[in-house]
Each structure stands twice: as C-alpha cells, then as structure tokens.
C-alpha cells in the first residue's frame, strides 16, 4: 500500500513540475511574441519618421528651387511631398495607435513634430504665393528672415531626437528579448532537472519497498526518465540555437542600422552643403545643380534599395508577375545602358557594350512569367556593377535556354573588368559587401532575393581568362515557352 502511494508520488509530482514549467514556458513564449511585435512597429516608426523627414526636405528644396529660378518644374517635387507628408503622419499615427506602448511617442510627436511640420508647410506655401505674386525679391526678402531655415532645423532635430530615442527603445527592447530567451531556457533545465530529481529519488524509495513483480514497473520508469533526457537535450540544443540567431540577428539589426544611416547620411549633407554653395555663389549654379541631382539620385536609389531590404526581410516582397519578352527587356536596356556610357566618354572611354542572341531566333520572342520591374531592376543592377568595374574592356550580355531541360532562361553578363574581389567574393550576396567606395553592397542581396523569388538561380564568378567577371541569372519560361 505504501509502495504503492510513493509509486503515484512519483509520478504526480513530475507532472506537476511539468506543468508548471509548461505554464511558465506558455506565458515567456507570449512574451516574447510581444516583444518581437513591438520591436517590428517601431522599426516602421523609425523608417516613417525618417520618410517624413525626407518629404519635408523635398518639398523644401522644391519651394527654394522655385524662389530662385522661377521655374514651375521645381514645383513638382514640393506638390509630391505635400501629399505623401498627410499619408506619412497618418501611417505613424495608425502604428503607434495599435498598442499602448507608443503612447509617449505619440505626445512627443504632437508637442515636437507636427506643430513645427505645420508652420513649416504654412511658411513654405506663402513664400510661394509672395514668388508667385510679387516676383524673386520680395519672396527673397521673405527667406532671408530665417524663419523657415529655423523651423527646418527644428524638425530635422526634434525627429532625429525621436528616433534616437527610439533606436535606444529598440536596443533595450532587444537585449530584452535575449534575456527572456535565456531565462526561457534557464526554467525549462532547471524544471527538467528537479524532474528527474524527485523522479529518481522516490523510485529509489519505492525500489526499496517493492517485491520482484514491482521492478518491472520500475523499469518503465527509468526508460520514461532516459525519453525525458533526450527531449531535455534535444530542446537545449533548439533553445541554444534559437538563442544564437536571436543575438545574430540583433547584431545584424544593429549594424545595418548603424550603415544605412551613414550611407543616407552622406548625399544628405552634400546637398545641403551645395545648397549654401548656391546661396552663397550663385554665378555657380549649374556646377552645384549637377551635383544636386547626382547626390539627389544617389539618395533616392539608397532610400529605394533600403525599402526593398525591408520588404524583403519582413516577407512582404510583392511580385506583379505578367507575361513578357525577355529579349525585348534586354534589348531596351542594353540601348539605354550603351547610351549613358556614350555620354561619360571621359570616364569610359573604351567601354562597349553587346548583345549576343545567336542561340535564338531573332524573329521568335521569349516569354516569360515574372515581375517585368523587378528583373529589370536585377539586369541594371548587374550591368551597372560591370560598368563601374571595367575600366577598359567591354561587357557582354547574352540569353540563350537552359541546355537541361530548356524550361528556362539564363541571362548572363559577362565584362572584361577588375573582377570580383577574393575577400568579397565568399559574401557576395550579402547587404553592405563592396569594394567600391561609390556603392553601397546593396544591389546583389536584392538582386539574390528577385531572382530566388521567381524560383530562378543566380551566380557570380571571375573569367577563366583573368579578366573580368561573368554573373547570370535563370527564370522560368512561360508555359507557352517550354
């Protein structure tokens, strides 16, 4: 009868410790959701706050481009950040009201932000409005009182400030949600072990007051104990290894952040920097107004590659497939390519570019099913990296079949080039990988993504020969194709 009770304690008590450390483990595994939801929303807050930041400059830098030259044109970025600032405000407002969390983000934003923002686009519009009807001097006149300058540099600082505020938000929350999968795995060894503790010892009891036909249960016993072990280890292996891509995945989080705002930050100031050249010497505006635009594309083309990394590593990478001419996207974008590089004669000067098409008939097309602008983004991307790596040579585009099973296209880019770098060459493909000091290492990764996502493949490797690289891609040919 004793044996017995100690037999049903020794099996009572690890279910309860079970359940507890279930119960425990349950409400750190809602936690940690939380947290990861928290930490998405207040990346889009940063990356919405820095967009407004952006809109608030263009439109800026319209009203200024008007004032001086008069010309209607410059109007057109100010009208577009007009109207994308109101859908900007409202996308912050809508992801700091989905929790409670963001409330003293929202009074930060309404008492530093919008005010500011407010009287900004008030001095903007009636400066324009003093331009349109009193002509350059009066609307001059106006600009130099500083008070729009002013309320630029108060919103530049009050939302830098915020974000700031929130990128330490973002670090702490972070750092917490490693600490809790830590503690996660702490509770569920520990609990384990006090199992097998209370387990072993009350069989030892048990053992000692059973007869014979007792052992036979005894020995289920320790084969259920030698299960609970091996599911022991084998969730500290998956908790330890959950745990290292928790802390790899904060330090990549950490560190792109860290490079994009460098990167942003660099044309940022150029252009600013021109800007007060052009106040100061306008005999030399043209000169700085080349160099406007070139810092101008260079952002927008960051800002763009920075958005489809988000999409891509939030899984929202949308694909707007249709059937198309692979041959007639080339085509386009080789004339277009070779035209440009007609233009910058006195940096290529023996740069050429073709096309070879021999393996199909230039009378048949190739269709294929995918995201005309996406793979048009990857053949720019890749002819662009062979143009500013080949000094003297020429670049080679060709299309030709799958020789397998001709169920798809292969796209290669072949240039007589530098080549790609041995230290690169491993981390090809992932963002920030650059040699160059004029790009970002953004276009492969993105480029890798495209391509896998229409179920093709990509590579990049150096000639044979030594000169240059070769880099190519695959895509599906449309059924009609195959």
Same mark, same amino acid.
């Given at each position: 009868?004793?044996g017995n009770k100690?037999l049903?304690v020794?099996?009572?008590l690890?279910?309860?410790?079970l359940?507890?450390?279930g119960t ?7 936690s ?9 929303e207040?990346h ?15 439109a ?13 044109? $410059?109007?057109?970025?100010y ?8 859908s900007?405000i ?21 008492l530093?932000? $919008?005010p ?7 001095d ?10 009193n002509?350059? #001097? ?13 309320l ?10 915020i ?8 670090q ?5 949600l490693?600490?809790d ?9 520990v609990g384990?072990l ?6 072993t010892?009350?069989v030892?009891?048990?053992?000692s007051?059973?007869?014979l036909?007792?052992r ?6 320790e ?10 280890q ?5 908790l ?6 928790l ?13 994009a ?29 080349e160099?406007?635009?070139r #810092?101008?594309?260079?952002? $927008?083309?960051?800002?763009?590659d920075?958005l489809?990394?988000?999409?891509i ?14 041959c ?6 080789? $004339?277009e ?9 006195e ?20 269709l294929?099913?995918a ?43 072949h240039?007589?080039g ?7 060459l491993?981390t ?13 290492g ?5 480029s890798?993504n ?6 093709g493949t990509i ?13 190519e891609?695959t ?8």
């Amino acid at each position: 009868m004793i044996g017995n009770k100690l037999l049903l304690v020794a099996i009572a008590l690890p279910l309860i410790t079970l359940l507890i450390i279930g119960t425990q483990t349950y409400n750190n595994i809602i936690s940690f959701q939380q947290q990861t939801k928290f930490i998405e929303e207040t990346h889009q807050i940063i990356t919405a706050l820095q967009n407004l930041l952006t809109l608030i400059t263009d439109a800026d830098t319209g009203q200024r481009g008007f004032v001086i030259t008069g010309n209607k044109t $410059y109007l057109e970025p100010y009208d577009i950040s007009l109207n994308n600032i109101s859908s900007t405000i409202d996308r912050i407002d809508k992801l700091i009201s989905n929790g409670n969390k963001h409330s003293d983000l929202l009074q930060n934003i309404n008492l530093d932000v $919008y005010p500011f923002l407010q009287n900004k686009i008030s001095d903007l519009e009636k400066t324009i409005d003093i331009r349109k009807n009193n002509g350059f #001097n009066a609307s001059a006149e106006d600009m130099s009182a500083d008070n729009g300058e002013n309320l630029m540099d108060q919103i530049r600082k009050n939302i830098i400030s915020i974000i700031d505020e929130e990128e330490k938000i973002l670090q702490s929350n972070t750092n917490k949600l490693v600490i809790d999968g830590q503690n996660l795995l702490f509770i569920y060894i520990v609990g384990i072990l006090i199992s097998i503790v209370i387990t072993t010892i009350t069989v030892i009891v048990t053992y000692s007051q059973l007869n014979l036909k007792h052992r036979h249960i005894t020995k289920l016993l320790e084969i259920e104990i030698d299960k609970k072990t091996l599911e022991l280890q084998q969730s500290n292996k998956y908790l330890k290894k959950l745990n290292d891509e928790l802390k790899k995945n904060g330090d990549m989080q950490r560190e792109f952040i860290n490079i994009a705002a460098h990167e942003l930050r660099t044309p940022v100031q150029s252009i600013i920097g021109y800007i007060e050249m052009m106040k100061n010497f306008p005999q030399n505006f043209k000169k700085y107004l080349e160099s406007l635009e070139r #810092n101008s594309k260079r952002l $927008y083309q960051l800002t763009e590659d920075i958005l489809d990394i988000a999409k891509i590593e939030s899984g929202n990478l949308k694909l707007n497939k249709e059937k198309f001419d692979i041959c007639q996207l080339v085509n386009e974008l080789t $004339y277009e390519f070779g035209s440009r590089i007609k233009k910058e004669k006195e940096n290529e000067l023996f740069t050429s570019l073709e096309k070879n098409n021999q393996q199909i008939d230039e009378s048949r097309k190739l269709l294929v099913y995918a995201d005309r602008d996406k793979i048009q983004q990857v053949i720019s991307n890749i002819l662009n990296n062979a143009h500013k790596f080949t000094e003297n040579g020429k670049i080679t585009v060709k299309i030709k079949k799958t020789e397998n099973d001709n169920k798809q296209v292969k796209i290669s880019i072949h240039d007589e080039g530098k080549g790609i770098d041995k230290e690169i060459l491993p981390t090809l493909y992932e963002k920030f990988a650059t040699k160059s000091r004029t790009g970002t290492g953004l276009g492969l990764y993105i480029s890798k993504n495209i391509v896998e996502s229409h179920r093709g493949t990509i590579r990049g490797y150096n000639n044979k020969d030594g000169k240059g690289a070769t880099f190519e891609f695959t895509l599906p040919l449309a059924k009609t194709e195959q």
